[in-house]
């Protein structure tokens, strides 16, 4: 190994390189090269960036912090401290390399004014060099839902769609899985049981779930996963987008629901519709006083028929029908194709339709993407409207991605002229 900051000479003597063909000859003259070995003290780790970004404003309560070095580093006690309204809140770090992790350990204020700091001095690299100087970054937490739909415009369908989705896009995204917070995680606060903080309820089956240990991956028999409500091959077939960063379609929270692993299955990328005849029966099971399969359609039962794809139909249980339609409602404004704001990631352009042979899978951006049906969705929406557990789950959303579900808030902008 060389040491640091040394100069070196590299020599090829002349004498002691011949060729190989017929005549042997040597080298004209000796080669030198000569170099410098880094000096690490010249180049100390930096912070290339930190989100939240300095002066951001509308954080989520929910958010984490996360902070991208220049260079591997170490971290000492007392390297991440913040403070909103003055007041210490505990950290909690993750990450490793160049990327670090802080979730708070409560939910930030409504409204907090926010100090971030690293405390250069506990932050080293590889050669224990510490960072030069302090980094501070502030950043203001949303004041809440009053004003959220303050800019929204209803003089006309078209001005209704365009206002809403200004108002939607460009929410934090999370990871789909992994460390820290990911979609694992807010999900499994969005559908806790209300009878038992340790279960989930699934959105098809209706059962109830040991939380985390009852993943599918993890757990054994009957476990849950995650259901793309908008199937992700209609469009964003990847967790992470062109830069790298998770794309915001495919872990979009409002779109995502814990679902029983085999139903979700069954559903698969079929459209949702009405499934009257030649379907077969997926039974809920009796949970906080609703579910439990009757056998006759439609009863407390999903419905299915093959095959995967635009010729297939699942047809969800009553008490979820709604949830579902407005679900999907949510990602046709959300997405609308171009550049999302906050990520610069491209995004698709997602569209309803009730011509089944517009539903096709789309392995880019550069198509429109289609998912119905969209009367049988307008009718499962006017028939289950939105209840106080849907609002919770909108507000547990809300509190990490910083957007809303607006059809949740107000079931009277979904109609037909919108989609």
Not at 94 to 118: H, K, Y
Not at 245 to 252: I, R, S
Not at 265 to 274: I, L, Q, S
Request: a negative charge; proline letters at 7%; charged letters at 15%.
């Amino acid at each position: 190994m060389f040491a640091a900051n040394e100069s070196c000479t590299f020599t090829v003597l002349a004498s002691g390189v011949v060729d190989n063909d017929g005549t042997p000859n040597a080298l004209p003259a000796n080669v030198v090269v000569s170099f410098q070995t880094e000096d690490p003290s010249a180049s100390p780790p930096t912070v290339v960036s930190i989100q939240p970004a300095d002066g951001a404003v509308n954080v989520p309560p929910a958010a984490d912090i996360r902070v991208t070095f220049s260079e591997a580093v170490s971290t000492q006690p007392g390297a991440f401290s913040l403070a909103c309204n003055a007041i210490p809140v505990t950290l909690i770090e993750t990450g490793s390399g160049t990327q670090r992790t802080l979730t708070p350990d409560t939910v930030l204020a409504q409204g907090a004014a926010c100090v971030f700091n690293i405390t250069a001095s506990q932050v080293t690299d590889a050669f224990n060099v510490p960072m030069t100087a302090n980094v501070s970054s502030d950043f203001t937490v949303s004041a809440g839902t009053g004003a959220y739909y303050d800019q929204v415009n209803t003089s006309s369908p078209a001005q209704l769609r365009c206002s809403l989705h200004q108002i939607i896009r460009g929410h934090t995204a999370y990871p789909y899985s992994g460390s820290g917070t990911n979609t694992w995680t807010i999900l499994e606060l969005a559908q806790e049981n209300p009878a038992n903080p340790n279960q989930i309820i699934d959105v098809y089956r209706n059962r109830a779930y040991a939380t985390v240990t009852d993943r599918a991956g993890g757990g054994s028999g009957i476990t849950y996963n995650r259901e793309h409500t908008w199937p992700n091959s209609l469009g964003f077939p990847g967790a992470t987008g062109n830069l790298g960063l998770p794309n915001a379609p495919y872990t979009d929270t409002h779109m995502l629901w814990l679902s029983d692993t085999g139903y979700n299955a069954d559903r698969g990328n079929k459209p949702y519709a009405f499934c009257s005849t030649g379907c077969g029966e997926r039974v809920t099971e009796v949970n906080g006083g609703v579910g439990g399969g009757s056998g006759t359609y439609p009863g407390n039962s999903n419905w299915v028929q093959g095959p995967d794809g635009n010729q297939g139909s699942f047809e969800v249980w009553n008490q979820m029908k709604g949830e579902m339609a407005r679900a999907i409602f949510y990602m046709a404004i959300r997405y609308e194709g171009g550049v999302d704001p906050t990520s610069g990631q491209n995004e698709p352009q997602l569209e309803l339709t009730d011509v089944r042979n517009d539903i096709v899978q789309i392995n880019n951006y550069s198509q429109t993407a289609y998912m119905g049906l969209l009367a049988d969705l307008l009718a499962w929406h006017l028939a289950d409207p939105p209840s106080a557990a849907e609002v919770a789950r909108n507000d547990v959303i809300m509190s990490f991605q910083g957007n809303r579900n607006p059809f949740v808030d107000h079931p009277e902008w979904a109609t037909r002229a919108l989609f």
